[in-house]
């Protein structure tokens, strides 16, 4: 098998960091009183926070055994965990700001949010970082590694149909040719149409148009 361009997990949080620039831009330029408007941002929030909490519990209950089999030490996990521990109270915070701008609608409930939002953004790209540095190129020399594979199947096992939909077609909202291509390296194409396309729906229909 060829080494893919790009990790699954990298995928995955390139997907992350352009959802926090895209809340970023959108609370900035919220108007006070647009209800439709922050209703679609809590909808989508509502998604990011499902994905991101899903992916760090996920690497926390399997991904770390894959990494540590490939020789990432136990220290090093110990740091992902507490960045995780850092970004996950951060995430509570800003889903308490997000809830009050959607029952709220005002300027300064944005504003809150902004705040709460740049926080989070900077707890969780600082987390990615890191966790890539070291990440990364263990993925790149060891994808062909049985606990590197069994790994991903039992990422696959984890989601129900409609989760696994909505994600999908999450990770490709918005993404560029060479993340697509990374989607595309690690999960063979029909998989990606017919999970994201049919099962992906509720993503498309409820989120997608928030950030067109």
Known sequence: MATPTMSMNKVIHNAVRRDLRRFRSA???????DRARAAGLHRAWVNFDAQLTDHHEGEHEIAWTGLKAIGIDQATIDGFDHEHELMAA?????????????????????DAAA???ERLEATTVTHLDNEEATSEPAYREHHDHPAIKEMGKKFSRRSSIGHAGA?????????????????????PGPVV??????FGRSYRKDVAPVWS
């Open 27 to 33: 609370l900035a330029g919220f108007q006070d009183g």
């Open 90 to 110: 951060d995430l509570a915070t800003t889903r308490a700001a997000m809830k009050a701008l959607e029952a709220s609608a005002s300027r300064s409930d944005a």
């Open 115 to 117: 705040v709460a939002m």
């Open 167 to 187: 994600f999908m077609a999450w990770l490709q909202d918005g993404a560029s040719p060479e993340e697509k291509a990374g989607l595309r390296d690690n999960v």
């Open 193 to 198: 149409a017919i999970i994201g396309g049919v």
